[in-house]
């Protein structure tokens, strides 16, 4: 109970902080936000009425606290350069984004997974040393490369066998669900590969632990295989460090999401901050990473949560680690 | 009291070195460590890629086969031959001569994020650990929260005031794999601290700060090691992806994350660009890595691996706590 109020104390904490350096960051700019906006050919007579266009005149303080307060509201603000809501914005490209960043987690889960208990399973000393190169390599490839290299091999137009499109989203959107999978497809296995390669070593390494611990040991004394005494018996007493694991692996994985979605032109989130940041669009760009940094925090909130509803030892640890004084 | 001396002193060997020469010591520690990295397969591998990493790092630093912005309008895209023995990209530059200066930012890139990583992630295990129990709680909450903001988007909030620049992927990635140093090393570090030969330094007088460098850093050391050295693989996985959204390295600035960039718009016309700077950034991370898995065995005989050379189990050298809890 300690353990949850303290961390949901932190959540709220670490939200505030961010909105503040998110704040701060925009608003250190050299020269202002509205001279940034406006572009070098503006005069002195546009930049005034855009800075009081955007409140910019105001002081900080007062600033802020509007900006926090059309947050809570759900108001994200309205862009700049499209004059769109940027809360519509955000809702259209989510349609992209998450379907993306769930395929890449699910082809994580189904290789990684199933491959680290084979590793941890091995015995002959080659064929662990191959599982694990095999996870070193599959880690190491930067996910803007395995997405080139997907391209040269299975892109539709371009690639050795024609077999996925390699460029943009369908228009019709997931009313095409066909053609919006096939889209999202190269994509997912590049930004895949280092995620399962991740999770193919924690796997291993809880695993591995199992093995060596009484629980496994006392299944195979009850008549199981090692197999599967580490199955059934080892494998569900390493799934909370693993919960936790692929709840970590997720925030690490961004950056290859954002960067395999302007490499196959998808019209996602990762895509529209980096338009964004480009095109100077500084109050979308504020909320927007507000947002996304935020949507991160309750991520990780969550998959703690969960780590600890899973394994009470942890609830029971922490409570006697924080009453020690 | 004899008794847990026993107990804690198996499992952090050679933790109190207090006595005179203790530079020395550590020199040879480290020396023997090398050396037990040297004797295995991958650690000699790694050694050897990363040594020769610097080296071509250092002589770029005074020449490359071509002056970087030597262009030729007339040579785009060639294949590999005598003179460009790479090939050379989309403005007539040699490639080699790029990937070569890159191993210079890289490697810099590479070591910064380490260094950054160290100093904050020793700042946080320090308050993991104190004696004061409100601090030590609420930096282990805190570590949970701020661990799943992606590095991504902490780079985007950076690049927003600082454009984009090597300080970005700097701060970014240190900041994010500090955290992760923290929550790996922590519960060696805690097992240090409650430990009886920290208990009786404390008795004697010892003040906080002298206890956490002379005892309970250098039994930290193995653990920390591994994990910078997997940090600085991830830091070039970093860059990469960072450099091509525009927010890493400037465009301009030679780096590998650059040299891959450039590779990227006309890939299926000159699907052979591509291969080179791929190839060299997924060697280099696959190096790092297996730099930080000889380090583990190493410090562990214990780990799973091929048996290491008797003379390599050092009696007094760095002590390793295989699992915290």
């Known amino acids: 109970m300690r353990f949850l109020a303290q961390r949901l104390m932190l959540f709220v904490a670490a939200l505030f902080a961010l909105s503040v350096l998110v704040f701060a960051a925009l608003r250190i700019l050299p020269g202002d936000v509205a001279a940034v906006m406006a572009g070098m050919n503006a005069t002195a007579g546009q930049v005034a009425r855009l800075r009081t266009e955007l409140g910019l005149d105001r002081p900080l303080a007062a600033q802020y606290g509007d900006w926090l307060a059309a947050l809570l509201h759900g108001d994200l603000g309205v862009s700049a350069f499209t004059g769109r809501s940027v809360t519509a914005e955000v809702a259209q490209r989510a349609q992209v984004t ?180 480009g095109n100077r669009d500084l109050i979308a760009v504020q909320s927007e990473l507000f947002l996304l940094a935020a949507f991160f925090l309750l991520v990780g909130l969550l998959v703690d949560l969960a780590h600890h509803a899973l394994d009470p030892r942890l609830a029971a640890g922490a409570d006697r680690e924080g009453g020690r004084a | 009291m004899i008794g847990t001396s026993k107990r804690r002193g198996s499992a952090v060997r050679g933790g109190p070195a207090v006595c005179g020469g203790r530079a020395a010591r550590a020199a040879g520690a480290a020396g023997r460590t090398l050396y037990a990295v040297w004797s295995r397969g991958g650690g000699r591998a790694a050694l050897i890629v990363i040594g020769v990493w610097t080296a071509v790092a250092l002589v770029s630093l005074v020449w490359t086969p071509w002056p970087l912005l030597a262009t030729d309008g007339y040579h785009t895209w060639q294949a590999p031959s005598p003179a460009h023995p790479l090939g050379t990209d989309g403005t007539g530059a040699d490639v080699l001569s790029w990937l070569m200066a890159g191993a210079a930012t890289d490697l810099a890139i590479a070591l910064l994020v380490a260094l950054v990583a160290a100093v904050w992630g020793t700042l946080l295990i320090a308050a993991m650990v104190s004696r004061h129990g409100a601090l ?190």
């Open chain 1, 98 to 277: 998450f379907p993306l960043i769930g395929m890449t987690m699910a082809l994580a889960l189904t290789a990684g997974i199933p491959l680290g208990c084979a590793a941890a399973l091995a015995r002959r000393p080659a064929v662990r040393g191959a599982f694990r190169l095999v996870a070193i390599v599959a880690g190491a490839v930067p996910a803007l490369w395995s997405g080139l290299l997907l391209i040269l091999l299975f892109a539709r137009g371009s690639g050795l066998v024609g077999l996925f499109p390699s460029q943009g989203f369908p228009m019709g959107g997931w009313r095409q669900p066909g053609a919006a999978f096939a889209s999202l497809t190269l994509p997912a296995v590049a930004s895949g590969l280092i995620v399962a390669a991740s999770l193919m070593r924690h796997t291993r390494s809880a695993l591995g632990e199992q093995l060596e611990g009484g629980a496994v040991a006392m299944g195979m004394a009850c008549g199981m295989t090692r197999t599967e005494a580490a199955l059934r018996i080892g494998l569900r007493l390493a799934t909370p460090q693993l919960v936790s694991v692929a709840g970590l692996t997720l925030a690490q994985m961004v950056t290859s999401v954002m960067v395999v979605e302007n490499l196959f032109a998808l019209p996602g989130i990762g895509a529209m901050l980096v338009t964004d940041v």
């Open chain 2, 136 to 325: 030590a709680g609420t930096a282990v909450v805190a570590v949970d929260a701020l661990i799943s903001i992606p590095t991504v988007l902490l780079a985007l909030i950076l690049a927003v005031p600082l454009g984009a620049s090597v300080a970005v992927v700097v701060c970014a990635c240190g900041f994010a794999y500090g955290l992760n140093l923290a929550r790996i090393a922590r519960p060696a570090a805690l097992l240090a601290a409650r430990s009886a030969y920290v208990e009786s330094a404390l008795a004697n007088g010892a003040s906080g700060m002298g206890v956490l460098i002379r005892h309970i850093l250098p039994n930290s050391l193995p653990v920390i090691a591994v994990q910078l050295s997997m940090s600085a693989g991830t830091a070039l996985l970093a860059e990469a992806g960072l450099t091509y959204l525009g927010v890493g390295v400037p465009s301009g600035v030679p780096s590998w994350g650059h040299s891959l960039t450039t590779s990227v718009r006309f890939v299926t016309v000159y699907p052979a660009a591509v291969l080179w700077p791929g190839l060299v950034v997924t060697v280099a991370v696959v190096a790092l890595n297996l730099l930080g898995d000889a380090l583990r065995d190493a410090t562990d005989p214990a780990a799973v691996g091929s048996a290491p050379p008797a003379d390599a189990v050092e009696p007094d050298g760095t002590g390793e706590v295989r699992d915290g809890r």
